[in-house]
Nanobody, 119 residues
Framework: QIQLMESGGGLVQAGGSLRLTCTAS????????MAWYRQALDDEREVVAT?????ITNYADSVKGRFTISRDKNMLFLQANSLKPEDTAVYYC???????????????WGQGTQITVSS
């Protein structure tokens, strides 16, 4: 099993930047794809960016060119630049984790960290 813990959220003015960090603990050697999701008030959770073990990244159209996802050992990062009020949401770290007993990964979530962008 693993545990995920996010940090780095906060209040920022439009056009500003924040860097989110997700720290994984436990049996991290079998973590697969990691991702950042976000959920705005009264909205569904949506994927922001994903990154594979090999570093292949994908981004939601709404954040392309502004956000950068990266990972290093047991840590996942999201550099969020040129922030807009519509980026306001709770941001969640997500990871696929593979046990020794089968090919289907378990999905783990962090507790979330709030980003609020003021206009």
């Amino acid at each position: 099993q693993i545990q995920l813990m996010e940090s780095g959220g906060g209040l920022v003015q439009a056009g500003g930047s924040l860097r989110l960090t997700c720290t994984a603990s436990g049996k991290i050697s079998t973590i697969g794809v990691m991702a950042w999701y976000r959920q705005a008030l009264d909205d569904e959770r949506e994927v922001v960016a994903t990154i594979s073990n090999g570093g292949i990244t994908n981004y939601a159209d709404s954040v392309k060119g502004r956000f950068t996802i990266s990972r290093d050992k047991n840590m996942l990062f999201l550099q969020a630049n040129s922030l807009k009020p519509e980026d306001t949401a709770v941001y969640y770290c997500n990871a696929e984790w593979y046990s020794d007993y089968g090919p289907t990964p378990y999905i783990y979530w962090g507790q979330g960290t709030q980003i609020t962008v003021s206009s």
